[in-house]
T-cell receptor
Framework: NAGVTQTPKFRILKIGQSMTLQCAQD?????MYWYRQDPGMGLKLIYY???????DKGEVPNGYNVSRSTTEDFPLRLELAAPSQTSVYFC????????????FGEGSRLTVL | AQSVTQLDSHVSVSEGTPVLLRCNYS??????LFWYVQHPNKGLQLLLK??????LVKGINGFEAEFKKSETSFHLTKPSAHMSDAAEYFC????????????FGKGTHLIIQP
């Protein structure tokens, strides 16, 4: 059972480039989330989804977009990358709404130069 | 509005000695509280959670935490540290209300000295 899988694990982007971080879960969870983690800070919610076709903004959505066409996949799109988007990105899923347990992927480390 | 404060950014203990990681919270409602652990280059994993049942909560790997409403605290403890406990620990509070309802603390880095 793979759980939550994120790709790529590492990526370097130039300012202005775009890319998509992939996230897939095989637990049939309805709820999925994207967080970013910056040094010395807690996790900040970027976007979340409560089911296929339904997404909503979190605390720090600017510069990002998401889609949820299937239960399994929840890709995060970065448009026009900026140095402020240098961070570690975590995808997570949960079976139930908060306060259910979150299951996290291993993270995607993005550097924008 | 809810908030959470982890009182120590770094804690260093010797192997075999007790661990105490401190967390205070602020909430207008009866919150749910969690501790997550993050090992190097890994995702976060749930250690334990409090959701208004017993105030003393036992988690995985010998950790436990006590919910103290009068002190608005949810400190994480372990009687005897092991080298494998070296990691980042996050205290998390939720007032419920939806998928965006979690607030993460800034984390405490636990160092285990041999």
């Amino acid at each position: 059972n793979a759980g939550v899988t994120q790709t790529p694990k590492f990526r370097i982007l130039k300012i202005g480039q775009s890319m998509t971080l992939q996230c897939a879960q095989d637990m049939n969870h309805n709820y999925m989330y994207w967080y970013r983690q910056d040094p010395g800070m807690g996790l900040k919610l970027i976007y979340y989804s409560v089911g296929a076709g339904i997404t909503d903004k979190g605390e720090v959505p600017n510069g990002y977009n998401v889609s949820r066409s299937t239960t399994e996949d929840f890709p995060l799109r970065l448009e026009l990358a900026a140095p402020s988007q240098t961070s570690v990105y975590f995808c997570a899923s949960s079976e139930n709404r908060v306060p259910g347990e979150l299951f996290f992927g291993e993270g995607s480390r993005l550097t924008v130069l | 509005a809810q908030s959470v404060t982890q009182l120590d950014s770094h804690v260093s203990v010797s192997e075999g000695t007790p661990v105490l990681l401190r967390c205070n919270y602020s909430s207008s409602y009866s919150p749910s509280l969690f501790w997550y652990v993050q090992h190097p280059n890994k995702g976060l994993q749930l250690l334990l959670k409090y959701t208004s049942a017993a105030t003393l909560v036992k988690g995985i790997n010998g950790f436990e935490a006590e919910f103290k409403k009068s002190e608005t605290s949810f400190h994480l403890t372990k009687p005897s540290a092991h080298m494998s406990d070296a990691a980042e620990y996050f205290c998390v509070v939720s007032e419920g209300g939806g998928a965006d309802g979690l607030t993460f603390g800034k984390g405490t880095h636990l160092i285990i000295q041999p």
